[in-house]
Nanobody
């Protein structure tokens, strides 16, 4: 069984930075896609960034240049560094893993951008 555990959410001031971490446990394939999505109140869940084993990264246009996704394959961990936060970035951020035809989600971590 695959489990994803996120950490690093919280309160950040506008213009500030925040890092999110997600660690996968269980049967994790060598080649997979891990990523981050977010869902603001009353809105649909949307892509933030994904990183594919041996392929590369993909970012939403809204975060391009202000966020960096990376992974540590030895630890089955994906990191999201977010800079220059704006109030509209307030949302629950979810980690996602796709492998072998399966899709797995973390429980989500709240990020609030406010002064």
């Amino acid at each position: 069984q695959v489990q994803l555990v996120e950490s690093g959410g919280g309160l950040v001031q506008p213009g500030g930075s925040l890092s999110l971490s997600c660690t996968a446990s269980g049967s994790i394939f060598r080649f997979n896609t891990m990523g981050w999505y977010r869902q603001a109140p009353g809105q649909q869940r949307e892509l933030v960034a994904v990183i594919r084993s041996g392929v590369g990264t993909n970012y939403a246009d809204s975060v391009q240049g202000r966020s960096t996704i990376s992974r540590d394959n030895n630890k089955n961990t994906v990191l999201l560094q977010m800079n220059s936060r704006k109030p509209e970035n307030t949302a629950v951020y979810y980690c996602k893993l796709v492998q072998g035809g399966g899709v797995y989600w973390g429980q989500g971590t709240q990020v609030t951008v406010s002064s």
